[in-house]
């Protein structure tokens, strides 16, 4: 099964910060990597999907980067609403598996 | 609108199983390449996937509860049900459903409100 391993673990950082997250796969997942954002009560909500894209309705504040093993997700300008858990997942593999998740909060 | 929802017993007692179902609308299962999953999460914990399944009928398993979990669809009744054997405490979560569209490097797009499980005798 693949590991993934998200870093730092916790991110503090003030509304205007850039955000850099870290997620690093144990073997190639190619470009099957996907990014979620999660707030407390609710279900993950998809921000990037194939490693670099955008999905629907997602700010241009958040992008993706990377292939192979290693991948980022950025915030170019931390917003009041981005402070959640942010989680990684690979679908490269016929079993799927998240990373641990990276907390951004508040300064 | 695509649309997904859990629904089960909230509460379970061990070592009773756990039947899942997860209710969907504005997609179809008999579409080629689509994808519905399950996954939980603990309280404070991460994401743990636990079961897919295609709609060619492939399923696929965790790992670490494969010998627990048996994933079915009824494309009729536009249903994923998802069972898991010999409940424990360590169990106790909420319980997502989530779907993959037909395309190649999609995410899980949609996911259901999740349904809270506690596991305690």
């Known amino acids: 099964e693949i590991v993934l391993t998200q870093s730092p673990g916790t991110l503090s950082l003030s509304p205007g910060d850039r955000a850099t997250l870290s997620c690093r796969a144990s073997e190639s997942v190619v470009s099957y990597l996907a990014w979620y954002q999660q707030k407390p009560g609710q279900a993950p909500r998809l921000l990037i999907y194939?490693?670099?894209s955008r999905a629907t309705g997602i700010p241009d504040r958040f992008s993706g980067s990377g292939s192979g093993t290693d991948f980022t997700l950025t915030i170019s300008r931390v917003e009041p609403e981005d402070f959640a858990v942010y989680f990684c997942?690979?679908?490269?593999?016929?079993?799927?598996?998240f990373g641990q998740g990276t907390k951004v909060e508040i300064k | 609108q695509v649309t997904l929802k859990e629904s089960g017993p909230a509460l379970v007692k061990p070592p009773q199983t756990l039947t899942l179902t997860c209710t969907f609308s504005g997609f179809s299962l008999n579409t080629f390449g689509m994808r519905v999953s399950w996954i939980r999460q603990s309280p404070g914990k991460a994401l743990e996937w636990l079961a897919r399944?295609?709609?060619?009928?492939?399923?696929f398993y965790s790992t670490s509860l494969k010998a627990r979990l048996t994933i079915s669809k009824d494309t009729s009744k536009n249903q994923v049900v998802l069972t898991m054997t010999n409940m424990d405490p360590a169990d106790t979560a909420t319980y997502y459903c989530a779907r993959t569209p037909n395309s190649r490097y999609a995410g899980m797009d949609v996911w259901g409100q999740g349904t809270a499980v506690t596991v305690s005798s």
């Open positions: 997942h690979q679908h490269a593999s016929s079993l799927w598996t």
């Open positions: 194939g490693a670099s």
């Open positions: 399944i295609d709609s060619d009928d492939d399923k």
